[in-house]
């Protein structure tokens, strides 16, 4: 849908989307553009009240936040632990020494307040208060307290309704498999890059997102999946099927997890566990040509 | 009779416990880093850090 922003008789403004079944809803006065990446904007949903409701603020200043560290990405953002809940800084230097954007949010990742640090935004239309990583951020931490967990993975659909996923560290062929399917067939490609799955009554669904790979494919769909296949180059095709420990453990693997919260990894591993006992899983040695994508539409295992 | 054949076919065979090591990749498993630039997604262009946006319309 388009993405058009709600506006109140307050003055508010109001956005909202849907990921992978995450709604999110942003709201901030007039002073803030309304300014989104191209990429989410295809998620754009009509929500009055989202799951992870976020609300903007200016900030004069950001001083150092005075939680626990719990994280260091080792990129933008450092995670920060207090009282009520969350902190996610995200600094640059090229933006200067203080944190350019931070969030607030609480534990169960309901409600947050973005502060936009005013000095690093002379020109407040260039600001992006959603921009990645904080975006993918709020919305992984938020599939960690649910049934739902984002994956390294191209997912696509054919014109049957039928959902095909393959995961994959970078270079283990997301981007081509994405390609020689899109060749041979008509595909509705959810992504190229990351895909969130979810469960629902004993099935396994997948979701498009807007963080996608260099073939950039991004789109809010959804398809049922009944099998995974771990992509792995090879000279030749071959499928072989991984037992219960061992597809957690690999699927995991290519996973986007909170390494750092104990009960949000438990949550996971869980319903990683249940999925995998759903449906089925496969290692994909596959050979970068037409003959893997037969390989895969003829398997029935 | 058929009870015997049904607890025969549900039987399984054991399978030993073993530890099998599956390597993490942390580059990859942390949000926030960069592949490729000048498009979006991971490699969008705050990848380059310096906020540049689209805005979208009202």
Same mark, same amino acid.
């Given at each position: 849908m ?14 909202s ?8 809803? %942003? ?8 300014v ?9 949903? #009509?929500?009055?009240? @989202?799951?992870?409701?976020?609300? !903007?603020v ?7 936040p005075?939680?626990? !560290? !719990? &994280? ?16 996610f800084?995200?600094?640059?230097p090229?933006?200067? +020494?203080? +944190? ?12 947050? $307040? ?5 000095? @690093? ?5 260039t ?17 960690? $307290? ?8 191209a ?18 062929? #997301? ?34 997102? +807007? ?5 950039? &494919?991004?789109?809010?769909? #959804? ?18 099927? %991984?037992?219960g ?11 986007? %997890?909170? &390494?750092y919260?104990?009960?949000? %990894?438990e949550?996971t591993?869980s &319903? ?16 970068p040509?037409?003959t ?10 | ?27 990859? /498993? ?11 997604g ?5 990848? /380059? ?10």
């Open positions: 388009a993405c058009v922003a709600e506006e109140s008789p307050s003055g508010m403004w109001r956005v989307f849907r990921i992978g079944e995450v709604s999110l809803g %942003l709201t901030a006065d007039q002073s803030f553009h309304r989104l990446s191209l990429q989410i904007q295809p998620f754009c949903s #009509k929500s009055e009240a @989202c799951d992870i409701e976020i609300r !903007l200016w900030a004069n200043a950001l001083t150092s005075q939680g626990r !560290l !719990l &994280f260091d990405s080792g990129s933008v953002w450092k995670l920060y632990e207090d009282s009520p809940g969350f902190v800084d995200f600094s640059s090229v933006l200067g +020494p203080q +944190p350019y954007k931070r969030l607030h949010v609480d534990r169960g990742f309901h409600q947050g $307040r973005i502060l936009l640090n005013r000095s @690093c935004f002379p020109d407040p239309s600001c992006n208060p959603l921009e990645y990583p904080l975006d993918e951020l709020v919305v992984m931490h938020r599939l960690g $307290r649910e049934r739902g967990v984002e994956v390294h993975a997912g696509m659909r054919d014109a049957e309704g039928n959902g095909y996923l393959f995961l994959g560290h970078s270079g283990a062929g #997301k981007s081509t498999t994405t390609s020689l399917w899109n060749q041979q067939h008509s595909m509705t490609v959810l992504s190229d890059d990351r895909i969130i799955l979810r469960e629902n009554h004993g099935q396994v669904w997948m979701y498009g997102t +807007p963080w996608h790979g260099e073939a950039a &494919f991004a789109a809010p769909e #959804k398809a049922r999946i009944e099998r995974f296949f771990i992509l792995e180059h090879a000279p030749e095709n071959k499928i072989t099927q %991984l037992t420990g061992r597809a957690v453990g690999e699927i995991m693997a290519r996973s986007f %997890l909170p &390494f919260d104990a009960a949000a %990894l949550n591993m &319903f990683l566990q249940e999925v995998v006992a759903a449906i089925p899983c496969y290692r994909l040695e596959f050979r040509d037409g893997a994508v037969e390989a895969v539409r003829q398997f029935r295992g | 009779m058929k009870q015997s054949q049904n607890d025969q076919v549900a039987k399984k065979f054991y399978e030993a416990p073993k530890i099998v090591t599956i390597n993490l990749r942390p580059e990859e /498993a942390v949000l926030g880093n960069c592949k490729i630039s000048g498009s979006s991971p490699g969008n262009p705050s990848c /380059a850090i310096v906020p540049r946006c689209s805005t979208v319309g009202s």
